[in-house]
C-alpha cells in the first residue's frame, strides 16, 4: 500500500472490491449509500477504506438521500460515488437528472439483478440499460459504461470518474451480479497524477465567475463551494448565472449544450472491442459477462468454419452508432444475446438502417447464456 493509501500490486478479488478500490485509484474520497444485493460488497469496502485514509463514508437511509449526498460531496470538491441495483437505480432516477441539470460529475455503480421489482436479488440480470439511458425524464445525454471483469470493474472505474470530470455528469457503472461477485486477478498499478482528470477550474475573478458559462469546449468550469465564488444551482432551467430563466428560449440553450457536451465528444468516450470483425459475415454484439462467452462462441464458429465475428460494447451510452452503421455495411446479421428480453438489440437495428438483420438472443435472467446457445444463433444464421 502506497502513502496515498492505494493498493500496488496483484489481488484476487471480486468485482465489487475491484469497483471500490478502483474508485479510491481515481480519487473518490466521500461514498454514500444503502445496502442492496448484490452490490453491498462495494459499500463495505468503501466503509472500511475509506476513514483509512481520510475520506467519507455515510451509510444513508435510503438511496435518493444516497444520490442527493454525493451530488453535494461533489460540489463541495470531493470526488464522490454510490453503488446500487436494480430497485435502488430506480429512486436514484429523479436525482441523477438534478446531477445532469446541476452539472454534477459523480459516479452511480449498479450491479445488475434480474427484475422486475424485488426478482431475483442474488442472480445476475441486464436489465436496466435502457432505463440507465432514459430512467429520468426530460431530454439529456449519460455516460454509462459496461464492465466485463473484475480487471475490468478497477479499469473502468477509474475511466468512470475521468469522464464525469471532464464532462460533468454523472457517469453510469453497469455492471452485473456476475462480473461483481467472481474473483479473479486484478492487477492494481501505481496511478499518477497524470492519469487523473479533475474538473476544469475557473480562470478569472470569483467576482466575475458564472457556474454555467461554457467555453469552446460546452464544458463550464466549475468551482469549490466555500472558496469565495458565489453560487447559485437548482433543477430549474437556468442561465450561466444558475438563476432559473423560465422561458423556451432559456430552455432550449441549456438542453442543447447538455445533450452537445456529450454528442460531440462521442469519439473520445465511447470504447468498444472486437475479435475477428475483418472478414465477417455475422457479428455477434454483446456487453457486460455476456461478452465473455458471446466471444468464446465466436471463436467456436471460426472453429467450424463460420465467418464469425464479435464486437464488445463497453461504453453502452452514448452508443456506438459510428461502428455499427460501419459493419451493417459489412456484414450480413448481427446478433446481440442480453441477459433481458431485449433492449440493445433495438438500437443496433436502427444503426444498421436496414442494411444488416438484427437479431434478438434474450435471456429472463438469473444465469448467463450457454455459449452452445450463441452458436446454435450462428449457426442458424448462417445456413
Excluded at 465477417?280 to 458471446?294: F, L
Aim: net charge negative; with cysteine.
Amino acid at each position: 500500500m502506497t502513502e496515498n493509501g492505494h493498493l500496488l500490486g496483484e489481488f484476487f478479488i471480486n468485482g465489487d472490491v475491484a469497483c471500490a478500490e478502483g474508485a479510491i485509484s481515481a480519487g473518490c474520497r466521500f461514498f454514500a449509500g444503502y445496502p442492496i444485493t448484490p452490490a453491498t460488497e462495494i459499500a463495505e469496502r468503501m466503509s472500511r477504506r475509506l476513514p483509512a485514509i481520510g475520506g467519507t463514508y455515510i451509510q444513508m437511509e435510503d438511496e435518493i438521500a444516497s444520490m442527493n449526498a454525493i451530488l453535494g460531496a461533489s460540489w463541495a470538491g470531493v470526488k464522490s460515488m454510490t453503488s446500487t441495483s436494480g430497485p435502488g437505480f430506480s429512486l436514484m432516477m429523479e436525482n441523477i437528472g438534478l446531477g445532469v441539470m446541476l452539472e454534477t460529475p459523480c459516479v452511480v455503480v449498479n450491479i445488475q439483478r434480474a427484475g422486475p421489482s424485488t426478482g431475483l436479488p442474488t442472480l445476475v440480470g441486464q436489465q436496466d440499460i435502457m432505463q440507465a439511458r432514459w430512467g429520468s425524464h426530460g431530454s439529456y445525454e449519460i455516460i454509462a459504461l459496461s464492465p466485463d471483469s473484475p480487471q475490468h470493474m478497477f479499469d473502468l472505474t477509474v475511466k468512470a470518474f475521468n469522464l464525469s470530470e471532464k464532462y460533468r455528469v454523472p457517469v453510469l457503472m453497469m455492471s452485473d451480479e456476475v462480473v461483481g461477485h467472481m474473483s479473479e486477478k486484478v492487477v492494481i498499478p501505481q496511478i499518477s497524477a497524470a492519469d487523473l482528470i479533475y474538473r476544469k477550474m475557473p480562470q478569472i475573478g470569483a467576482g466575475a465567475y458564472h457556474p454555467y458559462k461554457a467555453d469552446e469546449s460546452l464544458v463550464p468550469p466549475m468551482a469549490i463551494a466555500g472558496q469565495g465564488y458565489r453560487f447559485h444551482v437548482t433543477g430549474l432551467t437556468h442561465d450561466e448565472r444558475g438563476y432559473p430563466a423560465m422561458t423556451a428560449a432559456a430552455q432550449d440553450k441549456l438542453v442543447t449544450r447538455l445533450i452537445d457536451k456529450i454528442r460531440l465528444h462521442a469519439d473520445d468516450i465511447i470504447m468498444y472491442d472486437e475479435y475477428m470483425t475483418d472478414d465477417a459475415d455475422i457479428v455477434v454484439c454483446a456487453y457486460g459477462i455476456t461478452s465473455r462467452i458471446a466471444r468464446y462462441a465466436v471463436k467456436l464458429a471460426r472453429q467450424k468454419g463460420i465467418k464469425a465475428g464479435f464486437l464488445q460494447l463497453i461504453t453502452l451510452w452514448p452508443f456506438a452508432e459510428k461502428r455499427v452503421r460501419e459493419l451493417a455495411s459489412q456484414v450480413k446479421t448481427f446478433i446481440v444475446p442480453e441477459i433481458n428480453r431485449g433492449q440493445i438489440v433495438y438500437e443496433v437495428e436502427r444503426c444498421s438502417c436496414g442494411k444488416a438483420r438484427s437479431v434478438s438472443l434474450p435471456h429472463s435472467g438469473g444465469d448467463v447464456h450457454r455459449p452452445e446457445t450463441i452458436l446454435a444463433a450462428i449457426k442458424e444464421c448462417h445456413a
